[in-house]
């Protein structure tokens, strides 16, 4: 059984669009993530929720909007999309919100914006 | 700023020797964990450090973590093809704040030769 589940695997989508992300958790956890990868690899936390309750907000662009229905899901709502929004997507999920807790990574989104 | 910085970006190896890549950190942690990530994947937790311990194995893994010179090293011995990833190390900065909040190193690129 998939723990972490995204989709879409591949989003291709043209500048100015709206798109979104969702993804979904069947371990349980109280707590889910957002991150951003770049094209050099480089990772970084985007958003967390632990128990639908925002906990973390990096210095993100307001175009892009979390939302937990519930605390399985976390998805992610993308406005006005841009050039530089064009990375990899990955969700993940921990137990708790303890920075000992190990996260449980999705298999990420490539979004590509034309 | 990133919080880690590793080296070298990229290793390649013969099968059947060791791999060691290093990472270093800037603020004080209370952990530092290690994440394999396969080429198109998603991240996957390998070892997690707490800065009260010095050295930890886990099967041919094996990380060792110096606080005074805020660095860690993981070595993964008898490497297979299979080990062929990028490795990242991460921690959660220990200076308040979301503790869940992992700042992730720049990644180490190994690939095995068969």
């Known amino acids: 059984d998939t723990a972490v589940s995204q989709t879409p695997k591949y989003l291709v989508t043209q500048m100015g669009n709206d798109k979104s992300i969702k993804c979904e958790q069947n371990?349980?956890?109280?707590?889910m993530y957002w991150y951003k990868q770049d094209s050099k690899k480089f990772l970084k936390i985007m958003f967390s929720?632990?128990?639908?309750?925002?906990?973390i907000n990096e210095t993100v662009p307001n175009r892009f909007s979390p939302k937990s229905p519930d605390k399985a899901h976390l998805n992610l709502h993308i406005n006005s999309l841009e050039l530089g929004d064009s990375a990899v997507y990955f969700c993940?999920?921990?137990?708790?919100?303890?920075?000992?807790?190990?996260?449980?990574f999705g298999p990420g989104t490539r979004l590509t914006v034309l | 700023s990133q919080q880690g910085e590793e080296d070298p970006q990229a290793l390649s190896i013969q099968e059947g020797e060791n791999a060691t890549m290093n990472c270093s950190y800037k603020?004080?942690?209370?952990?530092l964990q290690w994440y394999r990530q396969n080429s198109g994947r998603g991240l996957v937790h390998l070892i997690l450090?707490?800065?009260?311990?010095r050295e930890k194995h886990s099967g041919r893994l094996r990380v060792t973590l110096d606080t005074s010179k805020k660095s860690s090293s993981l070595l993964i011995t008898a490497s297979r093809a299979a080990d062929t990833a990028s490795y990242f190390c991460?921690?959660?900065?220990?200076?308040?704040?979301?503790?869940?909040?992992?700042?992730f190193g720049t990644g180490t690129l190994l690939a095995v030769q068969p």
């Open positions: 993940a999920s921990s137990l708790r919100t303890s920075g000992s807790d190990t996260q449980y």
């Open positions: 371990l349980g956890h109280d707590t």
């Open positions: 929720y632990n128990n639908k309750e925002l906990i």
């Open positions: 603020t004080s942690i209370n952990n």
């Open positions: 450090i707490r800065s009260n311990e």
């Open positions: 991460a921690t959660p900065p220990n200076y308040g704040g979301a503790t869940n909040k992992l700042i």
